[in-house]
């Protein structure tokens, strides 16, 4: 509508205009705003519109109380606005979609002071007339347009008549009802999966639009308006250029997929940034490592847990990253992994120890493979006898995520997934510990609450090494007479599959 207006007042258009909506309400226009500080996170934020209403309400409150405008309230939104949509359960977006789309479009979305003083002097002038209310009928008489609009909250009926009926409410975003040839043929193709909420397609993280079955395609994307029902605030300039951004890095990197590379090769395109974190799951005593670039926005969680997979998400999103792989220490016997949901998801790769007996996967880890993340240098090392399948990674030399083949004051046990004593004896004493001590030991599990050792500490201080040669700790292994882990069965069956779960049931551990 406003287009339309401004786009009359150039021409010299001197007539009178009718602009017609719903609601009625009359587009705000910016003004200039001091920056005011976030009062909202994802983890606090209510999960329910109203309750979202409600605090947003209050802050404006404060804020105006303080001298702060309305708008200042609202721009300090942006940065987590898709978060926020993101956190909304399917049921509650369609409820702001019934009751606050048309308050927030004018609110949040504001027009130039340029664009509003023309509108604004249309209206003094009488030339424009805001009306609230719905179309019930419209019929051409002598060459003109008779229309009666049923007006919102009294139900009285308006009679106009106009020249002519312009229609400013844009395409339709509907794509389970859009006749678009195009849009009609990737339906009948099962090529994208309408959003229930009738807000464009449903799309991965990266833009990778979703088939009915819900796997991401590797050939079609979609930015901007078409994700509008996964992301909502989706059409802005800055939100654009993001996507942009993200779906280039992705696809270069699906080229450097394709081609043969060498061991060693860089995800690096800028300075780099490194950015590293240790993620813990109360319930498995599981450790998660995120290993990024905050430069590129690439990323990789190793070890990842199925019931954290929105705290990864979340995350990653609050971080700007964008998962490119999920790799693992091992084929985990005491929770499921989060590869399989994270794939779905995130449209990343699963990469898995070489000789793991796993399924669906995109690729192994070998002994040696090299990656450099934002300057960083991760290097996979073979540590078998807790599985006959395991891998540490070695960061810069500095940090080593050592799965359960070296936990702090302990290590795995051996008597299952064909471990063996005598291999990991060699593989921690003769691998393992003549790294320098002063190398970080990062493991995948702890029960007591620790989070870092270092491989001088262990040499000196865990119980079942310092001292030990290989004929004691196999007596010590073999005689352990640990119980199994209470979900073995179930976590051995999923992570076989790369962690797709084909039945639900309790992951207490």
Not at 137 to 154: D, F, L, P, S, Y
Not at 170 to 194: E, F, W
Not at 242 to 257: G, H, N, V, W
């Amino acid at each position: 509508m406003v287009d339309m207006v401004v786009s009359l007042a150039q021409r010299g258009f001197t007539g009178k205009i009718h602009a017609v909506s719903r609601h009625g309400l009359i587009p705000r226009s910016h003004r200039p705003t001091d920056p005011y500080p976030p009062f909202l996170t994802l983890e606090t934020a209510p999960q329910t519109t109203r309750g979202l209403l409600r605090q947003i309400r209050a802050e404006v409150k404060t804020a105006e109380s303080q001298g702060h405008d309305w708008r200042a309230v609202l721009n300090a939104l942006r940065p987590i606005s898709q978060g926020l949509w993101h956190c909304l359960p399917i049921a509650e977006r369609a409820r702001f979609l019934r009751h606050l789309k048309a308050y927030w479009e004018v609110l949040r979305h504001r027009l130039a002071d340029e664009i509003a003083s023309i509108l604004d002097e249309a209206v003094e002038s009488g030339q424009l007339t805001y009306h609230g209310g719905r179309i019930e009928t419209a019929e051409v008489k002598n060459g003109c347009v008779e229309v009666t609009i049923r007006q919102r909250g009294t139900g009285n009926l308006l009679n106009l008549t106009v020249d002519r009926i312009i229609n400013c409410t844009g395409a339709s975003n509907d794509y389970r009802t859009i006749t678009d040839p195009l849009v009609v043929h990737l339906r009948q193709r099962g090529l994208i999966r309408p959003h229930p909420l009738g807000c464009g397609i449903e799309t991965a993280d990266n833009g990778a639009i979703l088939r009915p079955d819900g796997t991401a395609s590797d050939t079609l994307y979609s930015l901007g308006n078409p994700r509008k029902g996964d992301l909502w605030e989706t059409t802005a300039i800055p939100e654009l250029r993001l996507q942009a951004a993200e779906l280039a890095r992705d696809l270069l990197r699906s080229l450097k997929e394709r081609i043969s590379l060498p061991t060693a090769y860089s995800i690096a395109f800028r300075p780099a940034a490194p950015i590293f974190r240790q993620l813990f799951d109360r319930e498995s005593s599981t450790y998660t490592y995120l290993i990024a670039d905050s430069g590129t926005g690439e990323a990789i969680l190793i070890d990842p847990v199925l019931e954290q997979v929105d705290r990864d998400r979340q995350i990653l999103w609050q971080l700007g990253l964008t998962l490119g792989y999920t790799m693992e220490t091992h084929v985990h016997a005491d929770h499921i992994t989060g590869a399989h949901r994270l794939r779905e998801l995130t449209n990343c790769s699963i990469l898995v120890p070489e000789n793991a007996e796993v399924s669906d996967i995109d690729g192994y880890v070998r002994d040696g493979d090299l990656w450099i993340v934002a300057g960083q240098q991760l290097k996979a090392i073979a540590t078998p006898g807790h599985t006959d399948s395991h891998i540490a990674y070695l960061i810069d030399e500095k940090r080593l995520l050592t799965g359960d083949a070296l936990l702090i004051r302990g290590c795995g046990r051996t008597d299952f997934q064909n471990g063996s004593p005598e291999v990991l004896y060699k593989t921690v004493t003769e691998k393992l510990f003549t790294l320098p001590d002063d190398t970080l030991v990062y493991p995948c599990h702890d029960y007591l609450g620790r989070t870092v050792s270092s491989i001088g500490e262990e040499k000196r201080w865990n119980p079942r090494f310092a001292g030990r040669n290989r004929e004691d700790f196999v007596e010590l292994m073999n005689n352990l007479n640990l119980p199994y882990p209470k979900k073995m069965t179930a976590a051995l069956s999923a992570n076989a599959r790369g962690g797709k779960v084909v039945f639900v049931m309790d992951y207490q551990i």
